[in-house]
């Protein structure tokens, strides 16, 4: 299990980035409810300003802050908690959330599985947690990777060891249909037909 210092959770509340290990991959994470933040890991990043970061979120009721859809609420208990990421319609997306680049009020969420992780959530809020790496190129698997990338410009590393996985899985669902856009770390769903 991986251990999250209380001085690293008051900087991601004052809407500070660091890099850490994540169910995935080590991401680049910053408070989501900071426009600091996420203005930060697009620069960090050198990512295109029209596109998106996925969420981490801690339980379903975060979805409540982005004006996420929720009549497809059973549906979302099938993946989660889990590495799949999922696009949600977000009619009604406060316009003081322009910051996370939601041009056709679409946002994409994760609800991971490992404990820590949410329980590290559940203190800080929902993070972007892009993978640790500039655009275009590999993802770090370690922290001196992320350090060639971001060396001092982040606020903290956490070491979680060497990280070989997949990103996740990221998929939408429409009219009940199970669309996948990024086949990623173990993806498996039983009750309804891959598109």
């Known amino acids: 299990m991986i251990r999250i210092s209380s001085k690293i959770i008051k900087i991601l509340r004052e809407g500070g980035v660091g890099v850490l290990p994540t169910d995935t991959l080590y991401g680049l994470v910053g408070s989501a409810l900071s426009p600091q933040a996420v203005k930060k890991i697009y620069r960090l990043k050198k990512r295109r300003k029209d596109k998106p970061f ?51 009020k679409t946002l994409a969420f994760r609800l991971p599985k490992p404990y820590w992780l949410r329980r590290l959530l559940q203190k800080t809020g929902p993070l972007v947690a892009p993978s640790a790496n500039w655009e275009g190129e590999p993802p770090s698997q370690n ?6 990338y971001f060396g001092s410009k982040v606020d903290f590393y956490v070491n979680g060891g060497r990280l070989t996985g997949k990103p996740s899985t990221l998929i939408k669902i429409e009219n009940g249909k199970i669309i996948v856009l990024r086949q990623g770390k173990s993806f498996v769903h039983k009750k309804a037909p891959r598109c």
């Open 143 to 148: 922290i001196l990777q992320a350090k060639k």
């Open 54 to 104: 996925i969420i981490l979120i801690a339980r379903l009721a975060d979805l409540d802050l982005f004006g996420a859809q929720k009549d497809i609420t059973a549906q979302l208990k099938k993946f989660w908690p889990g590495p799949v990421s999922i696009i949600l319609p977000c009619p009604s997306l406060n316009k003081k959330m322009f910051y996370l680049r939601s041009l056709e």
